[in-house]
């Protein structure tokens, strides 16, 4: 354990940003998976409600330097790729 009062500060202040970061993170996982969810019941309106919700969150992340902009660039392309998918087999269908 520290023992100057600056090595405290500084075990205090890591402790707080860890749990910060993680529950940014496990946001992003739980948005990121309701999009998923949604594009496998094949709900249209659901799955571009979701990504909306899942880009905006994802870039938000991005803001508290908790997920790199090329991570999130790419979580939200692949997650863009699929909702769109969903929307052309939609439409083929139709």
């Known amino acids: 354990m520290a023992n100057?009062?600056?090595?405290?500060?500084?075990?205090?202040?890591s402790e707080k940003r860890r749990l910060r970061n993680k529950a940014i993170r496990t946001r992003v996982?739980?948005?990121s998976k309701a999009v998923l969810a949604a594009v496998n019941?094949?709900?249209v309106e659901e799955a571009?409600?979701?990504?909306?919700?899942?880009q905006s969150t994802i870039q938000w992340?991005?803001?508290?330097?908790v997920l790199h902009w090329k991570k999130?660039?790419?979580k939200?392309?692949?997650?863009?790729?699929?909702v769109n998918n969903l929307k052309a087999?939609?439409?083929q269908a139709a």
Do not use: C, D, M, W
């Open 48 to 54: 571009e409600a979701a990504f909306r919700k899942a």
């Open 76 to 82: 939200i392309s692949r997650l863009a790729a699929k």
């Open 41 to 43: 019941k094949g709900s």
């Open 4 to 13: 100057h009062p600056s090595a405290k500060k500084r075990a205090r202040q």
């Open 89 to 91: 087999t939609k439409q």
């Open 29 to 31: 996982k739980n948005v």
């Open 61 to 65: 992340a991005v803001s508290k330097g």
């Open 72 to 74: 999130a660039g790419r």
